[in-house]
């Protein structure tokens, strides 16, 4: 991620993150309300210390159903305090007593009858409370913070996208020169993160070579939505669209078809992705269609509190966007769980060499 482009320059300040699961607390935000009947059981858990899989394996065995029953909107890190929903799907009257489930690592908040099955990506967003402790340069943080509030940063796919090291990148590429790859959820997992990759470096490549000036032929979203048209003449409507936020720039997921933007903005995108022809057609040949995804991300409700040198942020994110693509625009940092795990893999590896 480090090679990718600074919307203001690479931050000056470091910073640790995640010195304790504290420091990293996320809530989901649904989009809908329970209907409070239905054979899906539709719980708000607060979890700490258990990923997301962890806890869809306690709650099959506890409702005595099988796993693929239990479903849930999106993954969330087990360094860390999160809100998370799942759904249980258990036909018939029965309803468990779900307090029943309370430990020092998980809190049932609530549970519900639903009538719908709980699926990945049913999300509006994520509020997030980050804690970040040692800032070096808590100035220009501060300053960067006041530049954000106004622009936003670039919507990069965060590292948890491509896995632990890059392995998920790596077996995508894989496939594509032979690997076989049975289980679904795992091939879907490593073309994401293929694709991913490709919109990260042409939102660079974009943002680096033209800033956030628009360009002629851009591919539009309007806001809030995926849908879309291409601007083959920025004139001063359109301008006043984009300096209100009624629509955004994009750039492309990649896919089959015939890419979305025309002219100069079609030509910046095939110059930055001009040397991955194996990932592009790679992509094409797995069925994916061409799709856009915003330029910039904008967090909202941003506040941030200043104790020495410790800050403390909070804002929300819509669903697909990342905290670490905020927090790159800030800091230097260090995750100091990721340190931690890396370092004992490294003495387990030589443990294994003697």
Known sequence: MSELHYLYGQPTSTADLRTHNSDF????????????????????????????????????????????????????????????????????????????????????????RHSKKLRIGALA???FTLTLRNVSD???????????????????????????????????RQMFTGRKVK?????????????????NLACSARLSAHGV?????????????????VAENWDETLLERLAKK????????????????????ATCEAEALASLMVDREGLEQAGLNQERRALLLEPQHLQYQVDEGTITLKFALPSGSYATSVLRELFQYQDVQEVARKQMLAAQNAAGAQ
Not at 97 to 112: F, G, K, M, P, R
Not at 219 to 227: I, N, P, Q, T
Not at 253 to 262: D, F, N
């Open 138 to 172: 808590m100035s220009d943080v501060v300053e960067r913070i006041e530049k954000m509030s106004e622009q936003g940063v670039p919507n990069y796919f965060g590292e948890q996208r491509f896995g632990h090291d890059g392995k998920n990148l790596m077996f995508g």
């Open 183 to 199: 289980d679904r959820n795992k091939r879907s997992m490593y073309l994401s993160a293929v694709r991913s990759n490709l919109f």
């Open 25 to 112: 607390q996320v809530q989901e935000i649904l989009p809908f309300a329970p209907t409070g009947e239905g054979e899906h059981h539709l719980l708000h858990i607060r979890k700490e210390g258990l990923n997301t899989v962890e806890v869809a394996k306690m709650l099959s065995s506890f409702a005595h159903v099988h796993p693929k029953e239990v479903t849930y909107a999106g993954q969330k890190d087990k360094h860390a305090i999160t809100e998370q929903w799942f759904g249980v799907r258990i036909p018939g009257k029965e309803t468990p007593d779900w307090q029943e489930l309370d430990s020092e690592q998980i809190t049932v908040l609530s549970a519900s």
């Open 213 to 229: 000036a628009p360009l002629e032929g851009d591919c539009v979203l309007l806001a809030g939505s995926k849908s879309y048209f």
């Open 246 to 265: 009624d629509i955004q720039l994009s750039a492309p997921l990649w896919g089959r078809g015939t890419p979305l933007a025309q002219g100069d903005a």
């Open 125 to 127: 967003g994520n509020r």
